[in-house]
């Protein structure tokens, strides 16, 4: 069973930088393909970022396309969120996932594994 842990979520201005990190335990992480995905109140869990584990390819969505980037460290199991130019709709609960899929999918449904997320703040 794989667990996964967000940190690094906190209170920035915008225009600022933020990275999170996930740390996967519990299964073999260099086969495990990563996502980043954030909610706001009331509104459903959106896909930010994601890593394929067979290519290391990577798929933005287009919201944060040029200011995000997401990266991994196979070596300590972690996948990271670099956030540059933060606006304030970028504040959110941010959560990370993964699946065993070869391909860096934005879609939520096929994440077999969530983290308790972490939050961002955004102010002006």
């Known amino acids: 069973q794989v667990q996964l842990a967000e940190s690094g979520g906190g209170a920035v201005q915008s225009g600022n930088s933020l990275t999170l990190s996930c740390r996967a335990s519990?299964?073999?992480?260099?086969?495990?393909?990563m996502g980043w995905f954030r909610q706001t109140q009331g509104k459903e869990r959106e896909f930010v970022a994601g890593?394929?584990?067979?290519?290391?390819?990577?798929k933005y969505d287009d919201d944060v396309k040029g200011r995000f980037i997401i990266s991994r460290d196979n070596a300590e199991s972690t996948v990271y969120l670099h956030m540059n130019s933060l606006k304030t709709e970028d504040a959110a609960m941010y959560f990370c996932a993964a699946n065993s899929l070869k391909a860096a999918i934005s879609d939520r449904a096929r994440y077999n594994y969530w983290g308790p997320g972490t939050q961002v703040t955004v102010f002006s």
């Open positions: 890593i394929a584990w067979h290519s290391g390819d990577t």
């Open positions: 519990g299964g073999y992480f260099p086969r495990l393909s």
